[in-house]
């Protein structure tokens, strides 16, 4: 099982950039992903979540209406586009995956419920 974040890197206040977790040895198809983030010092958080059957996407509130999960299962990649970026959207962003989250009861967003996860990339917002 494999997970590979890109799309990471430097952007100034009200910026955007499209995050991509790129899914190998494991069927994608079958497979919520989550995506988290870790700022210096601070505890990973969950930030978003979307289901194997691609329904209600799961946000939390502090990315409500600036962030989109999607999912191209053809392309075993899943997106995470960022607009309105604001400096303290600053971490590394990790996508996880696993087979039994559900995503819409928001409980998709708890670490501790993912088996598989990336090694992350590194979002800068600069104010």
């Known amino acids: 099982v494999h997970l590979v974040e890109s799309g990471g890197g430097l952007v100034q206040s009200g910026g955007s950039l499209r995050l991509s977790c790129a899914a190998s040895g494991f069927t994608l198809d079958y497979h919520a992903i989550g995506w988290f983030r870790q700022a210096p010092g601070k505890e990973r958080e969950g930030v978003s979540c979307?289901?194997?059957?691609?329904?209600?996407?799961y946000y939390v509130d502090s990315v409500k209406g600036r962030f989109s999960i999607s999912r191209d299962n053809s392309k075993r990649t899943v997106y995470l586009q960022m607009n309105g970026l604001k400096p303290e959207d600053t971490a590394v962003y990790y996508c996880?995956?696993?087979?039994?989250?559900?995503?819409?009861?928001?409980?998709?967003?708890?670490?501790?419920?993912?088996?598989?996860w990336g090694q992350g990339t590194q979002v800068t917002v600069s104010s």
């Open positions: 996880a995956a696993d087979y039994s989250v559900s995503c819409p009861d928001g409980t998709g967003i708890y670490d501790y419920r993912y088996d598989y």
């Open positions: 979307i289901s194997s059957d691609d329904e209600r996407p």
